[in-house]
């Protein structure tokens, strides 16, 4: 079983790039988020859903985008990369709006 | 003032010692509460709920306060592996578990 997964695990963009983090999960779960961490400091929500089909913003969502064509697909976008996004990505995911998040691995991003 | 607030630390104590950590958090509506674990470059894993009564995990104890609005997490016979950052999360409340994230507690155990 392996949770959620998430790739890559580290990746470096120009200021400008493309990209997408991808985020995948085998549980069976409705719901999925997309968080952030900085150093030193908590994560804070960019987007999640709450089943295939149905996203919403969380606190942070500017120069972000995102999908969810199928339960187990959870793909974050960057459209036009700028240092600031330069972070620790955690994709994770729920069975229900009370129970426990899982985390994926996570994806380093470097925005030089 | 932040939704949810922790002390940074770091806290070092050694092998043995009662460690607890505090975390406001300023929604009253909030209904469930959580500490995770964070080990350095990893993702963060969920190490208890914390329930209205309290509850215990082997050396791990988390309680509830909501008069104060703080939930605590207890570490009695600190081992090194304890040695992390100590997350907690509390549910914004409404539909959607919107967990808001404490900054971190760092926690060294030494020798």
């Known amino acids: 079983n392996a949770g959620v997964t998430q790739t890559p695990k580290f990746r470096i963009l120009k200021i400008g790039q493309s990209m997408t983090l991808q985020c995948t999960q085998d549980?069976?779960?409705?719901?999925m988020y997309w968080y952030r961490q900085d150093p030193g400091m908590g994560l804070k929500l960019i987007y999640y859903s709450v089943g295939a089909g149905i996203t919403d913003k969380g606190e942070v969502p500017n120069g972000y985008n995102v999908s969810r064509s199928t339960t187990e697909d959870f793909p974050l976008r960057l459209e036009l990369a700028a240092p600031s996004q330069t972070s620790v990505y955690f994709c994770a995911s729920s069975s229900g709006s009370q129970e426990t998040q899982y985390f994926g691995p996570g994806t380093r991003l470097l925005v030089l | 003032r932040k939704e949810v607030e922790q002390d940074p630390g770091p806290f070092n104590v050694p092998e043995g010692a009662t460690v607890a950590f505090n975390c406001t958090y300023s929604?009253?509506?909030?209904?469930?509460f959580f500490w995770y674990r964070q080990d350095c470059r990893k993702e963060p894993k969920l190490l208890m709920s914390?329930?209205?009564s309290g509850n215990e995990d082997g050396r791990f104890t988390a309680q509830l306060n909501r008069a104060s609005q703080y939930i605590s997490l207890l570490i009695r016979d600190s081992k090194l592996s304890d040695s992390a950052t100590y997350l907690c999360a509390v549910n914004r409340g409404g539909g959607y578990n919107k967990l808001i994230f404490g900054a971190g507690t760092r926690l060294a155990v030494h020798p």
């Open positions: 929604n009253s509506a909030s209904q469930s």
């Open positions: 914390v329930y209205s």
């Open positions: 549980m069976n779960h409705n719901y």
